[in-house]
């Protein structure tokens, strides 16, 4: 039987997988990346913190990505980053949870 923290890091890991294999697209990952961070964070930060803790800050990392991520180019500032960026990233810091995923 999984614990609740094993079903939450499920959960952030098939979202990110989603977008990684192209089958949600940055704004729709951008909004449930960052609900999903929210309801979790809202209702149980410990869960977050025991996942953070385990995999070197995974998470709360993408989840700083996510909130740097701009789709609109005119909008872009120089802290931002487009899809690009912030797929590069996401991957990175889930091959931190799951090495042995080949993206």
């Avoid at 294999?21 to 990952?29: L, M, R, S």
């Avoid at 869960?47 to 990392?61: E, H, M, P, V, W």
């Avoid at 797929?87 to 091959?95: A, D, M, S, Y």
């Amino acid at each position: 039987m999984k614990t609740i923290t094993e079903k939450a890091l499920e959960e952030f890991c098939s979202l990110i997988e989603n977008f990684l294999f192209k089958k949600i697209n940055a704004p729709t990952f951008e909004k449930k990346y960052i609900s999903l961070w929210n309801e979790y964070k809202d209702n149980n930060g410990e869960i977050l913190y025991k996942i953070n803790k385990s995999y070197d800050g995974a998470i709360d990392r993408i989840f700083t990505s996510v909130d740097a991520y701009c789709s609109d180019p005119a909008l872009r500032g120089e802290y931002d980053i487009d899809e690009e960026q912030l797929r590069k990233e996401v991957k990175e810091q889930l091959l931190k949870v799951k090495p042995e995923l080949e993206i």
